[in-house]
């Protein structure tokens, strides 16, 4: 598996700033996407990062509210946009890569950035 | 009906003990299924996938699916206190292609 870094690992913001956080992977991967994990719940896709063209969000996400960059096959960024509490969560990235012992395409998670909005 | 389906737990083991872990899905065209360990404050880890009907084992873990039933289990042999966690279920969805996930049950194994 890769090795995949988040920035920052935790963060305290206030209302109606802009997050941005950034992961990296230590391979080229084509598959990077972004998770939210709510307190208590289980993890949400927010979007698939393309690279070279806009992200494909999935229902109940826009670009304007979560903005995702991905200019080459090692790194993408998340901006969570004017904050308000309920966006409190932990965000994670992850790529999808095959498993080192088959053809299967697994996803593997980076460590995630713990978001608390006040 | 959730695409997939866990039930939250707790589910309390003793030492030494199999855990059994059981998961559901709704769409019949799912092919791929894993199973993710999640250690509070941490992010979630791959134990094991399977796509093929039947038994996978890796070490104490043991996978099982049953497509016709679209039921898939996760077995823990010799449970250690250090298995606690909370385990998620995830399946690729067979009209999206997607990665969905199971709310995950907690496991607990008491010493």
């Known amino acids: 598996s890769a090795v995949i870094s988040q920035k920052p690992s935790r963060d305290i913001c206030q209302r109606g700033t802009s997050l941005t956080i950034q992961c990296q992977v230590d391979?080229?991967?084509?598959?990077m996407f972004w998770y939210r994990q709510q307190p208590g719940q289980s993890l949400t896709l927010i979007a698939t990062?393309?690279?070279?063209?806009?992200?494909?969000?999935e229902s109940g996400f826009v670009i304007d509210k979560f903005p995702i960059s991905r200019p080459n096959l090692t790194f993408s960024t998340l901006t969570v946009s004017n904050m308000s509490p309920e966006d409190s969560s932990i965000y994670l990235c992850?790529?999808?890569?095959?498993?080192?012992?088959?053809?299967?395409?697994?996803?593997?998670f980076g460590p995630g950035t713990r978001l608390l909005v006040l | 009906q959730k695409e997939v389906e866990q039930n939250s737990g707790p589910l309390s083991v003793p030492e030494g003990a199999i855990a059994s872990l059981n998961c559901t899905y709704s769409?019949?065209?799912?092919?791929?299924f894993f199973w993710y360990r999640q250690y509070s404050g941490k992010s979630p880890e791959l134990i094991m996938f399977?796509?093929?009907?039947g038994d996978k084992e890796d070490g104490r873990f043991t996978a099982q699916l049953n497509k016709a039933s679209q039921y898939v289990s996760l077995l823990i042999r010799d449970s250690q206190p250090s298995d606690s966690a909370t385990y998620l279920c995830?399946?690729?969805?067979?009209?999206?292609?997607?990665?969905?996930f199971g709310q995950g049950t907690t496991l607990q194994v008491k010493p």
């Open positions: 990062a393309n690279q070279g063209s806009e992200a494909t969000y």
């Open positions: 769409d019949r065209g799912s092919q791929s």
């Open positions: 391979s080229q991967v084509t598959m």
């Open positions: 995830a399946v690729i969805l067979g009209n999206t292609g997607k990665l969905i």
């Open positions: 992850s790529v999808e890569m095959a498993s080192g012992r088959s053809s299967q395409e697994t996803q593997y």
């Open positions: 399977i796509y093929s009907n």
